[in-house]
């Protein structure tokens, strides 16, 4: 837990792990410790938070290459440990928790879907090692039949099956890209900046009610999810009817 500005958050991430039991984690995966440690950690906030009127931000820092693959995850229960991480923050931007997700690497797979995409604000560094998609490169094109060099080729047209940041901007789900001199190595500046921005996102979230609507609204929305935004339009009007 931090305080940030005048606002205490809980800072939450998935680090590589060179000596956990389960060898399939060993490179900052989500796997089954993960995935129920996350969960653990946001529903205690969500109940130490219950009679407080300001609830703590979740800043989820997410540099994920994937979800854990292996015959201990599989028969344990990832897709249970993984989904319970996700409930929990969902429960807990229902509860007032706002959830603000930073990009700063990897974002794959199910990784990404148990810890990041539920945020009800999106921050990512604008760098062209940021990598954010449902799925690895090598499976995505195992899965398509295709080479890699065909799945990159493809990228350039089609924006839902891109790698890169700037593609995943255009989807509607990041408010801020962030640019700085050097990702790697950033400068007092470049953290009060990116505190700023964080902070920014808190009140932003709140505003929205901690909803992920805010993606049908974004400046790219219009333009990229147009045909998303009629269909949830239709559905309303047919619901209204009825």
């Given at each position: ?56 931000a979740?800043?989820a820092?997410?540099?994920v ?26 429960m ?17 797979s ?63 789900a ?30 932003e979230?709140?505003?929205?009610g901690?909803?992920?609507d ?21 559905m309303a ?6």
């Amino acid at each position: 837990d931090i305080i940030l500005g005048n606002r205490t958050c809980r800072v939450l991430a998935v680090t590589a792990d060179p000596h956990t039991i389960f060898p399939r984690t060993r490179k900052g995966e989500v796997g089954l410790q993960q995935g129920w440690e996350l969960a653990r950690l946001i529903r205690q906030a969500v109940e130490e938070d219950n009679d407080s009127p300001e609830k703590r931000a979740l800043i989820a820092v997410v540099d994920v290459p994937s979800q854990a693959y292996g015959y201990l995850e599989e028969y344990h229960g990832i897709f249970l440990s993984c989904a319970a991480s996700v409930n929990a923050y969902a429960m807990a931007r229902h509860a007032g928790h706002p959830v603000i997700t930073v990009i700063v690497g990897n974002a794959i797979s199910g990784a990404f879907l148990a810890h990041g995409l539920q945020g009800s604000h999106m921050i990512a560094l604008d760098d062209e090692t940021i990598t954010v998609h449902a799925m690895s490169k090598k499976s995505a094109a195992r899965i398509t039949k295709r080479s890699i060099e065909d799945m990159d080729k493809a990228a350039d047209s089609v924006a839902a099956i891109a790698y890169d940041i700037h593609s995943f901007n255009c989807l509607g789900a990041v408010n801020t890209l962030l640019k700085f001199p050097d990702h790697d190595h950033p400068s007092e500046d470049d953290v009060r900046v990116m505190k700023e921005k964080i902070a920014e996102g808190i009140r932003e979230s709140e505003a929205n009610g901690n909803t992920l609507d805010y993606r049908l609204k974004t400046p790219n929305a219009p333009k990229y999810r147009a045909l998303s935004i009629q269909v949830r339009r239709q559905m309303a009007e047919a619901w209204r009817e009825k």
